[in-house]
């Protein structure tokens, strides 16, 4: 939510922030802008996407060896161009980009109103910011001491990045609750939300933690905590190669990203699966196997996709390993008090690892004596810092907004922790331990047949494009996959979908069904197969348009649907990895036959760092 770029070094710094800001753009693209600091401070800011800020600065002065970027998605104030990052304090001396909320910010304004102040915009950013100027005056002090003391007295979240005229090769930074990376080069320094901005220039980078204030100058790094005491940095090396972050001949990330998912199933398996000789082999699992197996309950926290996976990791859990599961919002978990007890274990789902409401609720839980394992992908991020111990979903960095190898990653993982609990559990005999571990060995193989042609989606997605609603059906292991898909195609084609249990639709949505409205059901061969067909009866008895993902070689439901995916047979619990492609392929599908942009679809932003 929001990007923010910086650098300071011997190199322009305009080109740097401009390509790291299109980089992070899927955090938030309404609007962008760039300070830019030589012996003049000059700030450009449009409304827009990046391209319409690079766009705007053709012509203009942008030389500078230091400046700062940032490309917003709204929190306080529409987006336009006054309230585009980066803001000017009163005087004009300081300039800063914001990651976050203030929520104090409201009354921090009223006191600097009465002292005079006025603003331009009607962002907490630039009150905050003429709250550090307004301390840095009364109090004769540098702005790295009036920043400290803004930062003791503000409530919310934030990484900020904050150059001043008078200081014109430092950037100061700090952090509680938004992302930030360093990266370390010769003579130079880069700073960022993530590291896709950073990996083409350097691969030794620093992860800043909550409540940390970084002093960046061309060949210096100071860390230091609120109290200013110095901090010693832990550089890192990042693991990411280019090519993980470029779209590689695709036309969107998206696209890529869902292709990508044969390679990436694969890596989150790799190393840990051996169906030859039976093993998983998973360091996270293995070095607290007492404290899962003894769990007395499992409680996934996470939110929107990531939430879908861990519902799916309920019936996993609870099929394979015996032990309750609750399913929590991370949203509605942070706030309403709930009962932790001993022995709870909290698996925490998330590809970004940023996400603010997953984290909070984390926190909160460890605080109370929760062991917390995370299954997230960005490796180094916030939750996989904070967990006990977790497993990384491997799936490599994930651009487009909409989750999709994030989510068969966080499956492939969830589905092997099941597998290894509950064979060490004994609740899982030898023989069906052996068939799961070869059954999802083989899935990368079986992705790759589903994407080998993609032309009959893409027929069933211009049929149905311009329909107004869609409903989305499915039962048992493939419940979640129906929200799933349901949650996709509002995302990308911004038509209303609603996903249901099968059966459930009785008791409500049917009514919804006439000869305009696309039922889609996740209908492959498994245990519920035949109630299934019974529910795509019903629909066809109200005229109703049935699309239907089917298992390959299936006769039954084919005859009964309008338009049909096939998919390869699996184990049931391992089928939604298979069926949550073809509905991926859709809604992307059906986004593009609208015009849309489904890489940045509107109003969202992939990584959410506020509440
Ligand atoms: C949907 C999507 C979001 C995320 C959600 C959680 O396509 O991407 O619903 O799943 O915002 O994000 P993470 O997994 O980063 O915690």
Same mark, same amino acid.
């Given at each position: ?23 992070l ?65 009163k ?29 331009k ?38 990484c ?27 003579g ?40 200013? !005491? ?28 869902? +292709? ?5 199933? +694969? ?14 082999t ?25 939430w ?60 109370k ?40 990653g ?23 331990y ?15 047949q ?60 049917i ?60 184990? !049931? ?38 509440e």
């Open positions: 939510m929001c990007g923010i770029v910086g650098y300071t070094g011997p190199r322009e710094a305009y080109p740097i922030i401009l390509k790291g800001l299109k980089r753009e899927y955090r938030g693209y309404d609007s962008s802008g760039v300070a830019l600091l030589n012996a003049d401070l000059k700030v450009y800011k449009k409304k827009g996407k990046v391209a319409e800020l690079e766009e705007s600065v053709v012509g203009k002065d942008v030389h500078a060896f230091t400046g700062i970027g940032h490309t917003r998605w709204a929190t306080h104030g529409e987006p336009s161009d006054r309230n585009a990052h980066p803001h000017r304090s005087s004009g001396n300081l300039a800063m980009i914001h990651n976050g909320i203030i929520e104090n910010y409201a009354s921090i304004k009223q006191d600097l109103q009465k002292k005079g102040y006025e603003f915009s009607d962002t907490d950013t630039e009150v905050l910011l003429n709250f550090i100027e307004d301390i840095k005056e009364n109090n004769n002090c540098t702005t790295e001491q009036a920043l400290r003391i803004a930062l003791k007295r503000v409530v919310g979240a934030y900020v990045l904050l150059i001043d005229k008078d200081d014109p090769e430092t950037i100061i930074a700090a952090r509680k609750g938004s992302p930030l990376v360093i990266g370390i080069g010769k130079e320094h880069f700073l960022a939300s993530d590291a896709s901005p950073i990996i083409e220039y350097t691969k030794e980078v620093v992860y800043v933690n909550d409540y940390e204030i970084a002093i960046v100058k061309p060949d210096e790094l100071i860390l230091k905590n609120l109290g200013n !005491e110095k901090q010693t940095p832990f550089i890192q090396k990042l693991d990411m190669e280019l090519a993980a972050i470029e779209k590689g001949g695709y036309d969107h990330f998206m696209l890529k990203e869902i +292709f990508d998912q044969p390679g990436s199933i +694969f890596d989150c398996l790799r190393g840990r699966l051996n169906a030859d000789a039976g093993t998983i998973m360091s996270g699992v293995e070095n607290h196997l007492p404290s899962l197996i003894n769990a007395q309950r499992i409680v996934m926290v996470a939110c929107g996709t990531s879908h996976a861990g519902l799916l990791a309920e019936y996993l859990f609870e099929d394979i390993c015996r032990i309750p599961v609750e399913v929590e919002y991370a949203s509605e978990f942070r706030y309403r008090n709930p009962v932790i007890n001993k022995g709870d274990v909290i698996i925490a789902i998330s590809q970004s690892g940023e996400t603010a409401d997953t984290l909070v609720a984390l926190e909160n839980a460890k605080e004596g929760a062991f917390i394992f995370g299954v997230v992908n960005a490796v180094g991020s916030s939750i996989a810092r904070m967990s006990n111990a977790g497993a990384y979903t491997h799936a490599g960095p994930e651009i487009g907004v909409a989750s999709t190898k994030a989510f068969t966080q499956l492939a993982v969830l589905a092997m922790m099941a597998f290894k609990i509950g064979y060490a559990k004994g609740t899982i005999d030898e023989k069906r052996q068939h799961l571990l070869t059954e999802l060995w083989n899935i990368p193989d079986k992705v790759a589903i994407l080998e042609d993609t032309s009959n989606i893409q027929a069933i997605a211009e049929k149905y494009k311009d329909a107004a609603d869609f409903l989305y059906l499915g039962r048992g292991y493939n419940f979640p996959v129906a929200l799933e898909g349901a949650l996709k195609l509002k995302e990308i084609s911004y038509i209303h979908a609603e996903g249901y249990p099968a059966a459930e639709m009785k008791h409500g949505p009514a919804l069904v006439d000869e305009n409205l696309p039922v889609v059901f996740v209908a492959t061969k498994d245990k519920y197969y035949e109630k299934i067909v019974s529910n795509v009866q019903e629909i066809k008895a109200r005229k109703g348009k049935v699309i239907a993902v089917a298992t390959e070689g299936d006769t039954v439901i084919p005859g009964m649907a309008d338009d049909v995916m096939y998919v390869p047979d699996a184990d !049931e619990a391992l089928a939604p990895l298979l069926s949550v492609i073809p509905l991926q392929l859709l809604s992307y599908y059906i986004g593009i036959a609208k015009g849309l942009d489904v890489d940045k679809p509107r109003n969202l932003a992939k990584s959410v760092t506020v």
